[in-house]
């Protein structure tokens, strides 16, 4: 056994020895090589070497599993290392150069120190895989961050009401029969009509009585009470003269006024009995164009 001692003055006496290996060295405190000219501390923890192979431009030495092993040059050369198993530490920077080893198994490591000085702030700690993957983290979280941001697709302006078309009463018939074909609600039917006609107050005339499908009495509620007051107000039975169920402010709810005005209809067109009842014969007499 040999300690670091011993290495130390073998070293220094024989100088101009090209080669110099020592055997199972137990090293207690930090030790000094000259390597290719250059000067190099090697220490460790409770550092079990097999075995240390000094050359002319290279250092090896050969470390048992659990061992730390530290080998650092003090005017910061250069400490290029064959292998990175076990590594880590590898600095070389404009403040140190070190390489430091903890194996799990046993490994041989070759130093070589060149003249060439370490500068800036190169070198870091663990081994080469793991340097690897957190480069490629920080490449990818850099390359997310830079990825642009899709803008939001524009809104669809709304399609502006159609103005009135200017067809004549036969056509605009024709479209609504069409529409009634297909089962079209009373609503629509009086969109489409308005917009066909042009109708600025929303008066029902005889081109939509496709769009009264329903029994209506007191209380009904629905689009077709409201078609059914603003097709009384067209034809002179007039549901209020202002307000609520006057022509232009048709309401959806079937109340009096709605039943009185009825009733003047119905009286009209002799449809018995005239009580205000929107039923089948009083569709009919609208459907005739009476």
Request: proline share 4%; charged share 10%.
């Amino acid at each position: 056994m040999l300690g670091s001692a011993g290495v130390l003055v073998a070293l220094f006496i024989a100088p101009a020895l090209a080669f110099a290996a020592f055997d199972d060295v137990t090293l207690t405190t930090d030790t000094v090589l000259s390597v290719n000219g250059i000067t190099i501390n090697v220490s460790g923890s409770s550092a079990v070497i097999q075995s240390i192979t000094v050359n002319a431009t290279t250092f090896s030495a050969t470390l048992l599993s659990g061992s730390t092993f530290q080998v650092t040059a003090p005017g910061r050369e250069t400490l290029a290392h064959d292998t990175t198993t076990g590594l880590t530490s590898s600095i070389c920077n404009s403040v140190q150069s070190l390489v430091s080893y903890a194996p799990s198994s046993t490994v041989t490591v070759t130093i070589t120190p060149s003249a060439t000085l370490c500068q800036g702030g190169g070198g870091g700690g663990g081994s080469s895989g793991g340097s690897s993957s957190s480069s490629s983290s920080s490449s990818s979280s850099s390359a997310a961050s830079a990825t642009p941001t899709t803008p939001a697709a524009p809104a669809t302006p709304a399609t502006p009401a159609a103005p009135a078309s200017g067809l004549s009463a036969s056509q605009v018939q024709s479209v609504l029969d069409v529409l009634a074909s297909f089962d079209v609600d009373a609503s629509t039917m009086a969109s489409v009509r308005a917009a066909l006609e042009g109708a600025a107050n929303g008066s029902v005339t005889s081109a939509a009585v496709h769009a009264f499908k329903s029994n209506l009495t007191t209380g009904s509620l629905g689009s077709e009470v409201k078609e059914l007051q603003a097709y009384l107000n067209a034809h002179g039975y007039t549901v209020a003269n202002s307000g609520a169920g006057s022509p232009g402010n048709e309401t959806t709810k079937f109340g009096p006024a709605t039943k009185a005005a009825l009733i003047k209809f119905q009286k009209a067109k002799g449809i018995t009995p005239a009580v205000g009842y929107f039923g089948a014969k009083t569709r009919a007499a609208i459907e005739a164009g009476s």
